[in-house]
């Protein structure tokens, strides 16, 4: 992906991308300096979206602070949060420093619609992604199913994601380009239906017990 990235931004077509750099740090300065580091590695000179990892309550003051003197600089245009404690993106989503949301969301772990979205505001919200869509892969894996059941493939977890109108982004992974073509087919087939939504819910709530 560093490769793919340097090649893209080589080529002159840096604004077709959204780049997001993810740091986990709770030191200030170790934020900024990794930060820069993947900057100069990757070529460019700002990103997307700075996602400031797993904080399961508001980051605090130094982190943030440093975050908005990226911000401030042209060097981050988008500050984003994630975390594994639901209720707290009540707060974040609150917070106009935070841009965007990054959530656990998948039909094994669909918590969200109850714990987050309802408690948030109609308008005015930041951007909201679902990552680990397929459940680290256990929604597709054969021998977690439902006794006479076929697994899930990679299109039907992403559309249940994104048959969800509060998210605005599914993250995928692929690995090769099988996996990128499968991930794409997703934009053909749109939406589940209601058929399609039951089975993907009735295997998720398997896959979760």
């Known amino acids: 992906m560093t490769r793919a990235i340097q090649e893209i931004v080589a080529s002159g077509a840096r604004e077709k991308l959204v780049l997001v750099l993810q740091s986990y740090s709770r030191s200030a300065w170790l934020l900024e300096y990794t930060f820069s580091k993947g900057l100069k590695l990757l070529g460019t000179d700002y990103a997307d979206v700075l996602l400031l990892g797993w904080h399961n309550s508001t980051p605090a003051d130094r ?11 042209g060097w ?16 974040f989503a609150k917070d106009q420093r935070v841009g965007v949301l990054h959530i656990r969301y998948s039909a094994a772990h669909p918590g969200a619609e109850n714990d987050v979205f309802p408690h948030m505001p109609p308008q005015g919200r930041p951007g909201v992604v679902a990552y680990t869509a397929t459940a680290w892969g256990k929604l597709l894996s054969a021998r977690r199913m439902p006794p006479g059941e076929p697994p899930l ?19 995928t992974g692929p690995k090769d380009a099988s996996q990128m073509d499968e991930a794409l087919a997703t934009l053909d087939e749109g939406p589940l239906s209601a058929e399609e939504m039951a089975r993907v819910r009735k295997i998720g709530a398997h896959v979760h017990g």
Request: charged letters at 25%; hydrophobic letters at 40%; one cysteine or more.
């Open 63 to 73: 982190i943030f602070d440093r975050a908005m003197k990226l911000q401030e600089h």
């Open 76 to 91: 981050v245009r988008h500050v984003a949060l994630s975390s594994h404690h639901r209720p707290a993106f009540v707060d």
């Open 153 to 171: 493939r990679g299109r039907d977890a992403y559309r249940f994601v994104l048959s969800n109108p509060d998210f605005n982004v599914c993250m």
